[in-house]
């Protein structure tokens, strides 16, 4: 069953400016993931976040997860053209184990316009 | 070097016939995956290996049937092929049971 549920389901801004993803997600997890997929290409890994951790930073992004509320946020600041892709949260149920697997959401098209 | 590679990156072919898809990851992780993204960019797990042992299969038909021949290797063959079978098929690997994943660039199966 899906997993997360990212809002929202698209997003146009000028360059420079910021942009907010929000995913939300409906059992207990270990961690949680954001994945960036330019058109006609793979995903790629852009930051994870344990549930023990409320923020976390890597270059321009900014990742808060809040575990009462099943939620997290992505935050791009200062968007550049390039930025333009569907961004996806994945998340991973507790249990664990070897039968890890991570569910991606439907994602955010997001489009940065120069 | 690419990290987890897929070939072929398009297949295009007819209702009812079997086709395969390889890929291999030099990343010397233990657990490769396939997941498959539907037209509306939904990406689902079909199925997951670790060191070649089949651990997650998702109540996919049984017309798909993944082989891992060593654990820098996943198949995955498709028989008598439908139409709901076209989309993205993603490879991707990882290092451990709770890491990042890493994905090839996949493979778009069209079925007419």
């Known amino acids: 069953s899906q997993q997360g549920e990212e809002d929202p389901q698209a997003l146009s801004i000028q360059e420079g400016e910021n942009a907010t993803m929000n995913c939300s997600y409906k059992?207990?997890?270990?961690?949680l993931q954001w994945y960036r997929q330019n058109s006609g290409r793979g995903l790629v890994h852009l930051i994870l976040?344990?549930?023990?951790?409320r923020e976390k930073h890597s270059g321009r992004l900014r990742v808060t997860l809040d575990t009462s509320k099943k939620s997290s946020s992505l935050l791009i600041t200062a968007s550049r053209a390039a930025d333009t892709a569907s961004y996806f949260c994945a998340t991973d149920a507790a249990s664990g184990g070897s039968n890890y697997k991570l569910t991606f959401g439907k994602g955010t098209l997001l489009t940065v316009n120069p | 070097d690419t990290a987890v590679s897929q070939t072929p990156k398009y297949l295009v072919t007819q209702m009812g016939n079997d086709k395969s898809i390889k890929c291999e990851q030099n990343l010397g992780h233990d657990t490769m995956y396939w997941y498959k993204q539907d037209s509306k960019k939904f990406l689902k797990i079909m199925f997951s290996?670790?060191?070649?042992?089949?651990?997650i299969n998702e109540t996919v038909p049984n017309r798909f049937s993944p082989k891992s021949p060593d654990k820098a290797h996943l198949n995955l063959h498709i028989n008598s092929l439908e139409l709901g079978d076209s989309a993205v098929y993603f490879c991707?690997?990882?290092?451990?049971?709770?890491?990042?994943?890493?994905f090839g660039e996949g493979s778009r199966l069209t079925v007419l």
């Open positions: 991707a690997s990882s290092h451990t049971f709770t890491g990042e994943l890493f």
């Open positions: 059992t207990s997890i270990n961690n």
């Open positions: 290996y670790n060191n070649k042992e089949l651990i």
């Open positions: 976040i344990r549930s023990n951790e």
